[in-house]
């Protein structure tokens, strides 16, 4: 049994994944996975490379991050080729996980960790539901300027950059309202828990 788990920057989707995991659900984190296919030895490295050229790696060979994010932030082309050559590769990896944690675990609960998960609803058809972690956009907007230390101008200019979290919130089988108490987001927690874990 798996969920899809996603939400906005700044809803608390990196809460819920860990009051899950804590119960004891097996986590596949997809940002760990893009930080994976970008080490050195891997091959989407080494074709982001041929794409790039080789004055985006340091002098050790890993990625130098902040010289390939001055390229790709500043030329959607670049940016575009970018997750051409990485998303499929990491939805792979995602769908590989998630369903061999499935075989070797079949009484845990899978918690596919995934930030773009909606607009790309359609390479995840292999998870069950798709839970989002909502809060308002107003109180998005407060807690990423309390988070990062941004204006509410810098704020509201990442948040446009995402699908909007009303429309996420449509489109998700279960939703996590992360907008009250810890403790009443735990509850809709240990809800969805009960509701998924059938030991």
């Known amino acids: 049994m798996n969920i899809g788990l996603t939400g906005g920057i700044a809803t608390g989707k990196s809460t819920v994944s860990s009051m899950l995991t804590m119960k004891g ?10 930080r994976e296919v970008m080490l050195p030895g891997h091959p989407v490295l080494a074709e982001v490379t041929a794409h790039f050229g080789q004055h985006i790696l340091l002098e050790d060979g890993t ?5 390939l994010g001055e390229i790709i932030f500043r030329d959607p082309e670049q940016r575009e080729a970018l997750n051409r050559i990485t998303h499929p590769a990491i939805r ?6 998630t369903e061999a944690y499935e075989c070797d675990y079949p009484n845990r609960l899978v918690v596919a960790d995934i930030p773009l998960l909606l607009e790309a609803r359609e390479q995840y058809s ?6 989002v972690v909502y809060v308002p956009r107003e109180l998005q907007i ?7 230390a941004l204006t509410e101008g810098q704020a509201a200019a990442r948040l446009g950059s995402q699908m909007d979290i009303e429309a996420k919130k449509k489109l998700a089988d279960i939703v996590i309202d992360n907008s009250g108490t810890l403790d009443e ?7 969805l828990w009960n509701r998924m874990v059938r030991v």
């Open 63 to 67: 990625l130098n991050r902040k010289k």
């Open 142 to 148: 407060r807690r990423l300027m309390d988070r990062d």
């Open 126 to 131: 292999f998870l069950e539901q798709i839970v």
């Open 185 to 191: 987001t735990k509850q809709q927690v240990d809800k």
């Open 92 to 97: 792979q990896e995602i769908r590989d996980r």
């Open 25 to 34: 659900a097996l986590l596949v984190d997809a940002d760990v996975i893009a």
